[in-house]
């Protein structure tokens, strides 16, 4: 049954919208590509620092849930964007897997004006530097929680921990990014 102009509110509900996808309707799945895409594709640029193959690996993830989506089964503790995330999440290891190359979980992006070529933030090279010298689990919580913005949940969903875990593992990583950058 296609979405025919509902209500604003029930179309921007990744769990309607679930809902519809997993029972076949397209214009749904189009829609969840359209919410989810752009945070897919961050995530893996994250990961891989090429354009290209941040693309593909995109393109790959959503692929995988068009094929998987009318088996999703929604528990109380596990949603939608959760599933979705580890899907490409497996999808950067299978590509490091498959490239064997090692998997740089604490890349940053640059930012950088596109005009002038010139760093709008200079101490964003401090930073970086710094965060490349924590240790791997540091960096990743890191990165999740305040460069992908991803609530502890989540976060623990991803790197298998339990939210006290993440909580904790934040507060050490804050802790010691703050005292290397002072």
Do not use: C
């Amino acid at each position: 049954m296609p979405i025919s102009n509902p209500h604003p509110a029930i179309t921007q509900t990744p769990d309607y919208l679930v809902a519809r996808a997993t029972k076949g309707d397209n214009k749904a799945f189009g829609a969840i590509y359209e919410l989810w895409a752009e945070y897919i594709y961050r995530f893996v640029y994250l990961k891989t620092r090429d354009e290209s193959v941040a693309d593909d690996i995109t393109a790959e993830v959503f692929l995988k849930v068009w094929k998987g989506i009318k088996t999703f089964k929604p528990k109380a503790d596990t949603k939608f964007s959760t599933w979705l995330f580890a899907i490409a999440r497996n999808s950067v290891i299978d590509y490091y897997r498959t490239t064997h190359q090692t998997i740089p979980f604490d890349n940053l992006p640059e930012i950088v004006d596109v005009e002038g070529g010139m760093d709008l933030y200079p101490e964003q090279h401090q930073l970086e530097e710094t965060l490349n010298e924590l240790r791997p689990e540091y960096k990743q919580v890191l990165v999740l929680r305040y460069i992908e913005d991803q609530p502890i949940a989540r976060v623990a969903q991803i790197m298998k921990k339990k939210e006290g875990n993440i909580r904790a593992l934040t507060h050490r990583a804050l802790q010691e990014l703050k005292s290397r950058l002072s």
